[in-house]
């Protein structure tokens, strides 16, 4: 894409009220942009980051046979009613039509997918089933200050594992966890995730959070030194040694909640009468499981991880393009051989955000090249190119490579459509 | 897919109170399911049929240059208040937050997308912009009896745009059109579908839709026999002959509203001070219009189209897959090849859904597969297999043709990875 064409713009100023590092940068870079506390837009380049995270925690559902659907925001009274948690939950959104008829807005969908999996589910040759959506969430946050961390509308991908026993659900739960951590991997912030014991609800003991370690989390955690399961603080009382390995030495850190994890047993099946015979003809009501990953939130994560105190860093595998293409001073020359490459690298597969905007000066592409944060900068100017060279500099390090621009192609090795991009 | 792990099921029994054909058809085929009048969830088969869809529409989004955001369905009601639409939008969604905070529920975003753009859009240089969003959207509709025709939510492509002078309005204004009938021509509607005179509103005389014949229409338009322009009923009686050719030929159609575009002029430029000063150092708000796809009525709209007794009978671009490869019988020599073309074909990028189900008769799967409405039909069964063939046929032909399962994989030549199919 040429920068040129982009409508958006980094900005100087920002909403006077935004205190969280990941909003403010990515205000600024112009990749959301503020309605109003908690609810946010996704300009361009923000939409670009929401799909390449869509795609990867889409890829690894489908890896654990998890089917996708997508369900309604708008959900009846008499849903909510059956569970009780229309008084209970005090984040539920309500409102009436018209007619007067009442609505909640869904902040999550238990409600919804079980009635819905009712009519299909009908004996125990019918289990297990996996569906998953990604889609708007809303929640009545009383605070809502974090940026993309805490969001009264947010895009959630949750899914619903329904199966006949609990072996089965404990094997399921288990392969969740695996993916959770393999879309943590591609999104560069597994290393600084940790699978925690949370309380519970009805069913296991404990449920699992997936906490990623960052000074602008609201939680706080203890990490076991011997093994590394954590523990959320709101249990560590009633937990004096580490569950998994005995061990009780551990760390505080303050952490982000990435993903969750319950074993719902048969809490929402039963007051639905979602039933199945087993195989000796008894009735019993169906075991679940839910699981929840924030993409706004995952977003936000990924730049309190990965920014500096010139922008975000994004990992290659959710950055908006993989490479910022500079074109310094604005000659025949230089803008020719910026226009050459930024087709030769589009033509392999690399995706390529060209700036040829002729208003900017140097300092200025450069400052909102560091802000925007693509993996690689290539910067094509009059004095190297009397060398036939362009210069080459990872986002994340400090060294600037001189590289012959024929040369160049060979550092953009494509397979599948991605582009892998050597180290420089 | 294999049919055996798909958890929807086609159904016998419909929810009483559904009368409209798109609904009836879609729900017992197991593409979508009816949470309550007007709201419905997509289930995997119409999960990918509305995924096609949304390619299709964003490709052609983006060969008009337009730019992909994400704007929130929660507003605050300042926005509404500023266009004075809070009082006047009686199909308007409003609710409080605990705090008393009230907002809407997006039913269009001219609201949001003026005071963002007014973020970016700081000269005539700057312009034109032209975004667009593909969200859901919430209307408070008093009738909603008509299956995806007619929703209190529903997913919505809309576009804006934003221009200097009139001129450059009219010229992307009839881009627009175009690449609307390029979408409709791609989902196979357009030989049905007719750029129809509507009322205005407040900049030209006249707005446009676009308008699908159907017996299951809730719109009345009058076709002039001559050029084919349409005229809304609601303002034929002002037009006596036809604007375009001057004919008095018209002929009565029922139709559905598949689309809509509008010059919007500076009906929400001006209240939300969207100005530029142009190149005399002159200020102007800035001149818009919108452009709207509603993609559930558009998929709702295909199957009014395309259908018969038997059920749907998707078109090619839009169907949830290429090919429905059924197994009868489940002898050995069956089911391996059945297993071996379900793969072959996958592998030539053919998109598969293998009916594999064991407890299921051939009548039974042959009804099944009528209703999904697949465009390839292929059967493997004892008594072809001893010729080394396979049935195939098209859902809309009746003729059914043997061919030998070697000279099977020519048929499906395939180019980008989407599937070519050769008549049969």
Known sequence: MKQSQLFTKTLKSLPKEEISINAQLLIRAGFIDKLMAGVYSFLPLGFFVLKKIENIIREEMKNISAQEILMPALHPKENWQVTKRWDILDVLFKLKSREEKEYALGSTHEEIVVPLTKKFILSWKDLPVFIF???DKFRDELRAKSGLLRGREFIMKDLYSFHLDEKDLDDYYKKVSDAYFRI??????????????????????YSHEFQTISSAGEDIIFICQNCDLAINKEIKEEIKECPNCGSKNFKEEKSIEVGNIFKLGTKYSQPFGLTVKDKNGKEKPVIMGCYGIGLGRLMGVIVEVWHDEKGIIWPSAVAPFDVHLIQIENTQKVKKTAEKLYKDL????????????EDKTAGEKLVDCDLIGIPIRIVVSEKTLKRNCVEIKRR?????????????????????QKSKIKNI
Chains 1, 2 share one sequence.
Do not use: H, W
């Open 346 to 357: 589009q033509k392999k597969g690399v995706e390529v955000l060209y700036d040829d905007r």
């Open 396 to 416: 994340e390090k400090e060294k600037i490579k001189l590289i012959r621009i024929r040369y160049l192609p060979q550092f953009f090795k494509i397979k599948n």
């Open 184 to 205: 943590f991997e591609r999104c560069q912030i597994a290393e600084k995730t940790y699978l925690t014991l949370a309380s519970g609800g009805t069913f296991s003991k």
């Open 133 to 135: 959506q990604i889609q």
